[in-house]
């Protein structure tokens, strides 16, 4: 009885546990999308608006969009918190900031590669439910307490990464901002990884390390087990109705024998009997045995329980950092999510800006990852919505996913076909091989798929509607992407508000807007009352009466599914409508004639149609701006071979009026084309000036450095060369006064010696003079020295001439000249200071 009511407590607790863990999950989750679902309040007080907006989102695909940004997300929380992020729809200006932000700071970790967001190896529901054991003070189980190891080593990771590469760069931080300052702020306690590590092994169990209650507990169990198998071999061999017929087998944890026959000869518990399982027989050797090894399994399972207890109250205690981690790490896999979708679509951060604002100066760099210039501060005032080659996501979302199978279907069948014909020339040489069933595959069908995808790509359009603008009429044929169009335009305004890249190029302008209501029919709507002209005239009644100021307004065959006459007169007066007292812009879709009218009464109005290629008969997808778009039904069915008679007579019942307006609409088409090749010029040309000056810009720059350089080269010279003139003079200098301090000579000298002196100090100045130093500069030092060594001859002097040997007197000197005239015998010589000896 005791071991069956501890047997009977440990199950109720297991069951208690479990059943406390769901609960756990649900609540927790319950609590987390609790201020989501806050953002469905005012939503849903209004059940009109409600109505209105929840159809819009509809039409618009919205789900699809959520369900393929959220599928980039990498745990379950992530992807539910993220559908939960976009479909909160009442976002302030303010929060719409914060969130392109963060999408800007993620893409930016994204391409600087070191600081990964994947967290693919990280199990967020299990961190979950161990949170919330954990608050409970519930045993951990061992998932549990390693999904919270690898979070925290995944922070501790992310954190490291980041220190080093602000450590090389000290910008990143600030690029990285909100983020950053999110993931430094986290902190893990390095102990509890430690501590669940030594405790937990790598499949979760508790290792038997992790106290010796348990290793010796564990060790009990194995020596029962032991035991037991023994027993129960020796019982079946012991049998003499055959080993073959019994089977050793384990009931509740009870070993026992399980027989075919009728008979045994070990006494035993009959467990159980019946024809088609035969008997299961306890024998009655193995029942202490039996029931120790169920008191040690229960005590080890103590011991395993007291363990991870342990770790729940070493948990209990960073309890709050724990929880802020994991919802900050979701957090981060909501915006890695975004962030990854719109790069791998090739999205651009837009400019938003709240339409009452934009005459006012620029006040937030919406592209903080670098590709904002001062063209975007220039579209600011000139256009209300701007996006240049804009993608309808879905059908991006479309090709991509079809060019990729068709690529992947190539790629296998390639494979396919070497492998078969590597097994052909192995038939060839002789091999056995069986026989393989093969498919005939197409491959050049494939190819020319493939190719044909690449060519076909969706075609983008440009939306520039300008601050002027109310109200947007586009028209065209059938099948033209009026529809697209509008949907194109409605979900880069839900993608802009939501954080998320609009799929246009980089001088993408968005407002901000508080609603986008669209009227838009679909396969879905035709089912529904709004499919009638009643349900189409009150969908529009309701957005007229909930728009405002800051709202988007699509409307696709307004005026439609009634009398042409009464319903382009309603769409008129409902557009006129919107105009004066409506929304921010109203885009409207129609195919009556009279509503391209409007935009020559009023100013606010603007018109634009779908291309429409004659030659080939097929739409081209571009819009065409400021061109009213043209029937087309009478010269179709002309190029399409219809009787003669047929068209002209079509043309007359149509009037002459109404070819004459088609006729001005097609000037007007050609006139926009040829301005349409004119301004594409005058870009080209605006973009090769514009290099050419920065080139110029470029060659101007490098000519100042190199003047620069060279004046700095010619000074250094100068000096260097000064410097060295400098130093020999000194050196000679400090020559002819060691020389003068000599003995004097006599006033005697021979020739031949005067000579041998002079050659010598000659010898000596060429052995020492510079290149830069000049020979006559020399010879006037060094007689100056001489003279100032022998003093200044003066008149009625006596002096020796050297060259001649013999006495003169002195009749007149001239200092300047450094002569003098001197008297010797009858003759007068005009001598150099240097020829005499006083």
């Not at 602000?166 to 993931?183: C, G, H, N, Q």
């Not at 100032?788 to 008149?795: A, D, I």
Request: aromatic share 6%; charged share 25%; glycine share 4%.
């Amino acid at each position: 009885m005791p071991l069956c009511a501890v047997v009977a407590r440990s199950v109720s607790v297991s069951v208690f546990t479990i059943t406390t863990t769901s609960i756990s999950i649900n609540r927790s989750r319950s609590k987390r999308l609790r201020s989501n679902f806050r953002c469905f309040s005012s939503f849903s007080s209004n059940h009109n608006k409600s109505r209105a907006l929840l159809e819009t989102l509809r039409v618009l695909e919205w789900d699809k969009l959520c369900n393929a940004v959220a599928s980039f997300a990498r745990t379950s929380l992530g992807r539910e918190a993220t559908k939960d992020q976009l479909w909160c729809t009442d976002q302030t200006y303010q929060d719409t900031l914060t969130l392109q932000d963060e999408t800007n700071a993620a893409v930016q970790i994204l391409k600087h590669g070191a600081c990964s967001l994947d967290l693919t190896g990280v199990d967020l529901s299990l961190v979950e439910s161990a949170v919330e054991n954990s608050r409970r003070v519930l045993p951990l189980r061992g998932d549990e307490a390693l999904a919270v190891v690898s979070l925290l080593e995944f922070v501790e990771k992310l954190q490291l990464n980041l220190k080093a590469s602000v450590k090389e760069d000290a910008e990143w931080y600030t690029r990285f901002m909100p983020l950053s300052e999110l993931i430094m702020e986290l902190v893990v306690n390095r102990s509890l990884i430690k501590l669940i590590q030594q405790a937990v092994d790598e499949d979760g169990s508790v290792k038997d390390s992790a106290s010796p209650v348990l290793r010796q507990s564990r060790e009990r169990v194995q020596t029962l087990e032991r035991k037991l198998f023994q027993l129960m071999d020796r019982l079946v061999r012991d049998e003499n109705q055959g080993a073959s017929l019994l089977e050793v087998s384990n009931i509740d944890g009870r070993w026992c024998i399980k027989s075919g026959g009728d008979q045994l000869s070990f006494k035993g518990l009959l467990l159980s009997s019946g024809s088609s399982i035969g008997s299961i027989v306890e024998p009655l050797s193995a029942v202490p045995l039996n029931d120790e090894l169920q008191q040690a399994r229960a005590l080890a399972a103590k011991a395993e329980e007291d363990v991870l207890l342990t770790l729940t109250e070493k948990m209990k205690a960073d309890l709050d950092d724990i929880e802020k981690i994991l919802n900050s790490v979701i957090q981060l896999d909501v915006i890695n999510a975004r962030a990854t979708y719109s790069l791998s679509f090739g999205g651009t951060c837009p400019y938003i800006f709240l339409p009452e604002d934009k005459d006012e100066s620029l006040t937030h760099d919406a592209n903080s990852s670098g590709n904002i210039t001062s063209k975007v501060s220039y579209l600011k005032k000139e256009w209300t919505l701007y996006l240049p080659k804009a993608y309808h996501p879905l059908l991006l979302q479309q090709h991509k996913q079809n060019l990729q199978k068709s690529r992947k279907d190539v790629k296998n069948a390639t494979a396919l076909d070497l492998h078969y014909s590597s097994s052909r020339r192995r038939k060839r040489r002789g091999e056995n091989m069986a026989r393989e069933d093969r498919t005939d595959i197409n491959l050049s069908l494939l190819e020319k798929q493939v190719t044909a995808l690449e060519l076909n790509q969706p075609v983008p359009v440009d939306f520039y509607i300008a601050q002027k603008t109310k109200v947007l009429v586009i028209t065209g044929p059938n099948t033209g992407g009026k529809t697209i169009c509008l949907k194109t335009v409605g979900l880069a305004a839900m993608m802009a508000k939501s954080g998320l890249y609009v799929l246009s190029s980089e001088s993408a302008q968005v407002p901000w807007l508080d609603y986008v209501f669209a009227d838009i029919g679909d396969d879905q709507s035709l089912s529904q009352s709004l499919s009638t002209f009643s349900g189409h005239l009150k969908q529009i009644s309701d957005i007229r009466l909930q728009s405002t100021s800051q709202s988007l307004v699509l409307l696709d065959e307004v005026g439609a599914g009634t009398n042409p006459l009464e319903g382009a007169a309603l769409g008129m007066s409902l557009l006129e409508s919107f105009a004066e007292t409506g929304a921010l812009l109203t885009i409207a879709t129609t195919h009556h004639g009279e509503l391209k009218t409007l935009k020559y009464s009023n100013d606010v109005f603007e018109n634009a149609c779908m291309e429409f290629d004659e030659v080939n008969l097929r739409p081209t997808y571009k819009i065409l701006w400021g061109v009213p778009g043209r029937s087309n039904a009478i010269n179709i069915a002309e190029r399409l071979g219809l009787p003669s008679t047929v068209v002209e007579n079509a043309r007359e019942l149509y009037g002459v009026t109404s070819a004459e307006i088609n006729e001005v609409i097609i000037d007007m088409e050609r006139f926009k084309q040829e301005f349409q090749e004119v301004l594409h010029e005058a870009r080209n040309y605006l973009m090769l000036s514009r290099d050419l000056h920065e080139k110029l810009l470029v060659i101007q720059r490098k000519l100042m450095e190199h003047g620069t350089k060279q004046r700095y080269k010619k000074m250094r010279e100068v000096s260097e060369a000064a410097a060295m003139a400098r130093s020999i003079v000194h050196k000679r200098a400090r020559q002819l006064r060691a020389l003068a301090a000599q003995p004097s000579q006599p006033t005697k000298v021979g020739k031949s010696q005067h000579i041998f002196v002079s050659n010598s100090q000659q010898t000596t100045v060429k052995k020492n003079e510079h290149p830069t130093t000049s020979s006559p500069a020399i010879e006037f030092i060094e007689k100056s020295a001489i003279v100032k060594r022998s003093g200044l001859p003066e008149v009625g002097d006596l002096v020796h001439i050297s060259s001649l040997g013999k006495q003169g007197k002195i009749l007149r000197v001239e200092p300047s000249k450094e002569e003098l005239v001197v008297q010797v015998g009858n003759m007068k010589l005009k001598l150099k200071f240097s020829d005499i000896v006083t």
